[in-house]
């Protein structure tokens, strides 16, 4: 019997990495011990966490600035410990959040044309958390929604236009979140923890709508990620150390709709998802190898599609959302795999003969434009993402400036308020944070007013001597 092979474009996807001098190199990656990607990319940007003495920082480099990297070039370093998680916001490229050791959120601003001078002050502060942020994560569809979730075994979404917590989800994980993951629209969120349970939330109604204990057996990290469909993808250890992954139903979570075992290998398989495609990539870390598959209605539905392998293992990864890509190649995937000293990017692609726009392989896909504002979604409303053609290439628009929200963090105080059935975070320790932080400023401010002093009179002392010794040698 001839066995039929299945059919599916994507069949010889293949990966390949770019010649040496497209990389970026001398970067020095983070050795924190964490399980995030260390890396965040978009049609624009390439952030790398970084190791910092003092504090915490992360590297901004335009995409084309390829080759070697300053050891002098400035960074993104206002975090006091180390940064744990980056993420770009999906409808600016010019704004990164950062959760850090210090158990603060950050919101950055990064200039049009990438940092000529280090960043040391984030457009807001969001405190909150009462121990270190490891997640942060985007709305998909609202704009300057952000969720934070830290060791403290919260998660918090925050209002960026107005630096309020409107939702803290701080009674449902007995233990440390290992990763949080919105569905399509934003209307639910799935959390992987180390209590062995993944659950489907409902962050606004607060409320569990679904879990599944031991959906993985083993001891080691999980991660679970919504599909566009709304089946919910994990991956996890087997009680013998096999790296497995599965897919569920949230409706009924008793049993996993396919569950495969791949190997024994000790590293967390992080999952990076194409809604277009319905492509998974995994890529373990401290692997050398990124595995993809497609994810189908037929049965086993996770099909095993190739495997790019390298020879160098990967400390993180960073995913370049759709629009980013070179349609012209038939490019579907590109991925920033980090080395101990580099990120090297690696562009996966579907072989085709003809030059055309294929639009099988591009369908329309998620644009730079939010669907709804804030105040909408926390007021109930969701709402798909705006979906954008690639057929002649993503142009970057004019993003808007995230200035407006300091002014917003001021004016929208009164109007936040209404919103207080919502809000479940008191509002008494922002007052408190930002007397703390006007004292800060003026003890600051002080500091800097004496070493100037101190500057001006040794300036005098110093021509003072150089008199002297003009008068010496004469």
Known sequence: MRRVVRQSKFRHVFGQAVKNDQCYDDIRVSRVTWDSSFCAVNPRFVA???????????LVLPLHKTGRIDKSYPTVCGHTGPVLDIDWCPHNDQVIASGSEDCTVMVWQIPENGLTLSLTEPVVILEGHSKRVGIVAWHPTARNVLLSAGCDNAIIIWNVGTGEALINLDDMHSDMIYNVSWSRNGSLICTASKDKKVRVIDPRKQEIVAEKEKAHEGARPMRA???ADGNVFTTGF???????LALWNPKNMQEPIALHEMDTSNGVLLPFYDPDTSIIY??????????YFEITDESPYVH???TFSSKEPQRGM???PKRGLDVNKCEIARFFKLHERKCEPIIMTVPRKSDLFQDDLYPDTAGPEAALEAEEWFEGKNADPILISLKHGYIPGKN???KVVKK?????????NKKSELSCAPKKPTDTASVQNEAKLDEILKEIKSIKETISSQDERISKLEQQLAKMAA
Do not use: H, T, V, W
């Open 225 to 227: 990620i919504f599909l």
């Open 408 to 416: 917003n963090i001021l004016d929208s105080k009164p109007a936040a």
């Open 304 to 306: 095993y599609l190739n």
């Open 48 to 58: 790398i966490i970084i190791e910092a003495s003092g504090g915490g920082a992360f």
């Open 318 to 320: 960073g995913y370049m």
């Open 238 to 244: 087997s009680r013998m150390s096999e790296r497995q």
């Open 282 to 291: 995994l890529c373990g870390k401290g692997d050398s190898s990124i595995r």
């Open 400 to 402: 808007r400036d995230l």
